[in-house]
């Protein structure tokens, strides 16, 4: 479902993201983990179609990214790290405009809007503008709106920000029954517990490039370590320590 083949981006002579070749299925919820600057951030925006791969290719459901943008976006949604509102619209308009964008029909998107608004307990601030949200309302509507025309992969970064425990709870059950029903889920994330518990693998990325790539207990095979916790096998390999040259980060 989503294919990052050999993918590298440049700014300038700075290399933010070196040689990614990365594939993820159908069905999977994958977490990418890495400290601040390690290239996450420009590895979303090249699967969402904001940045254009220096070399290299990805695609999402068989559509390149940047042959066959109108495609791609058809089966992505996208929940970005800062929820993006129009604040003069109500949070059941801003619902229609997504709906309007994407070409749903309009008794789909009627149906559609009524269900995420259900799902995400909106129906009491739906009429509001949104202006008036709490953060983490703006987030919850955010989310509707990357599922209303029931796309095949879902895109989520830093995806807990501003939520209360609700509504942590919310999103966890949505994306656990979202992926048995084979939605594609690619997250990036700084919440390493959020990571042990939903994600089928992990692909921890430092300096640009992804250092592993697994499932907790590989990286756990990998580290030489009893420990079960992934935050103390995820300081262990970005540590300064492990990425000095010559060093695996095993």
Same mark, same amino acid.
Do not use: N
């Given at each position: 479902m989503i294919e990052f083949d050999h993918v590298t981006r440049t700014y300038g002579p700075k290399t933010a993201v070196a040689d990614l070749t990365l594939a993820i299925p159908r069905g999977e919820l994958f977490a990418m983990l890495g400290p601040n600057g390690a290239g996450k951030t420009t590895t979303i925006k090249m699967l969402v179609g904001l940045l254009r791969p220096s070399r290299g290719n990805v695609r999402v459901s068989g559509y390149d990214l940047v042959r066959e943008p109108r495609n791609a976006h058809l089966h992505i949604g996208y929940v970005p790290?800062?929820?993006?509102?129009?604040?003069?619209?109500?949070?059941?308009?801003?619902?229609?405009?997504?709906?309007?964008?994407?070409?749903?029909?309009?008794?789909?998107?009627?149906?559609?809007?009524?269900?995420?608004?259900?799902?995400?307990?909106?129906?009491?601030?739906?009429?509001?503008?949104?202006?008036?949200?709490?953060?983490?309302?703006?987030?919850?509507?955010?989310?509707?709106?990357? &599922?209303?025309?029931?796309?095949?992969?879902?895109?989520?970064?830093?995806?807990?920000?501003? $939520?209360?425990?609700? =509504?942590? !709870?919310?999103v966890k059950d949505l994306l656990k029954a979202r992926t048995r029903e084979g939605m594609t889920v690619f997250m990036s994330t700084h919440t390493l517990a959020m990571a042990e518990e939903m994600a089928d693998r992990v692909g921890i990325m430092v300096r640009g490039q992804l250092r592993f790539l697994g499932t907790v207990d590989e &990286?756990?095979?990998?580290?030489?370590?009893?420990?079960?916790?992934?935050?103390?096998?995820? $300081?262990?390999?970005? =540590?300064? !320590?492990?990425a000095e040259p010559g060093r695996s980060g095993a």
């Open positions: 790290d800062e929820p993006c509102l129009y604040d003069k619209l109500t949070g059941r308009e801003f619902l229609w405009f997504i709906a309007d964008m994407f070409g749903m029909p309009r008794h789909l998107a009627s149906e559609r809007i009524a269900s995420e608004i259900e799902h995400f307990e909106l129906g009491e601030f739906a009429d509001d503008l949104a202006e008036s949200y709490s953060l983490g309302m703006k987030q919850r509507l955010v989310f509707a709106s990357s &599922l209303l025309h029931d796309p095949d992969v879902l895109v989520l970064d830093e995806p807990m920000v501003g $939520l209360d425990p609700r =509504s942590v !709870r919310i &990286l756990r095979d990998q580290m030489a370590l009893e420990t079960t916790s992934l935050e103390q096998l995820y $300081l262990e390999l970005t =540590s300064p !320590r492990a």
